[in-house]
């Protein structure tokens, strides 16, 4: 059956390649996105997420895979749904999250905007529910969409009370997960507090492209949707993050991917 679990020691991301042939691909990800050749698309007009409790509240578990911290939601207690523009009539569940980051904040995003990096990068995992649950879709050509959120640091992202009630306590369990192997429960994440723009993705401009996972197994089955405007991270969350190990008790700071080649691949915008 597909998995997700890859290892990272030994293998910088060009021998990714001999582990998982898929990562030598046409349509990799992530890509640098040059605003000035994006193609002007109305159909992706009328994407939504809906959530099943309110302010999008989502419980899991919280686990250091040794390459990115990743929330896998715990479904049954409720979760988010995507739907219509680039992905027309299809339904899709969300699955996880996690988080991509540099160990300085000149870089630390997979994809970037016309040759610039952000600091980090929010993945938030969705697959298509034709398919009986992510592992069956996770080969499929339209299995999967993952919306990515750039993070940008900032001093107005202040980690006060006012956060500490919003998506602060995510970041402060991750303490918890220092080294590789661990997981913790997490009771009480709020999607749209992490991400307040998921809650009205209609109103969201955001670039389209068909891509990949960005790690082993690699799969061309990703319709990627990133969103135009960052969330603010402070440093102090971005200080949190990089507090993570891999198995070589070194930090999995830098955890992006370098930029694929486009292979003549449309990225569209609305
Ligand atoms: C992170 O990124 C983890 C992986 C994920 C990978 O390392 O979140 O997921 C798990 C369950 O460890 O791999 C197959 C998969 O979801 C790549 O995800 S990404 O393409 O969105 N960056
Ligand atoms: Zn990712």
Known sequence: APHCDFQRGGYGTDDWKKIAPDCAGSAQSPINIKTSTVSQNPNLK???????????????TLTNNGHAPTLKISKQLGTATLTGGPLGKSVYKLEQLHFHFGCENNKGSEHTVDGQAYSGEIHFVTYNTKYASFSQAMDKPD????????????????????????????????WSVREPGKEVA???????????????LRKASFYSYKGSLTTPPCYQ??????????????????????????????????NFRPVQALNGRIVSVY
């Open 46 to 60: 009328g994407l939504t997420m809906s959530f099943d409790n309110i302010f999008g509240k989502v419980r899991g």
């Open 143 to 174: 299995g999967l969409s993952v919306i990515g959120v750039f993070m940008k640091v900032s001093y107005k992202d202040r980690d006060d009370n006012y956060n500490i009630i919003k998506a602060f306590r995510l970041f402060w369990k991750m």
């Open 186 to 200: 997490v009771n009480d994440l709020s999607l749209i507090n992490l991400a307040p723009a998921l809650a009205h």
């Open 221 to 254: 089955s990703v319709k990627w949707i990133v969103l135009k405007n960052p969330v603010l991270a402070s440093n102090y969350k971005m200080t949190i993050l990089r507090r993570l190990r891999d198995h070589e008790e070194h930090s999995i700071c830098n």
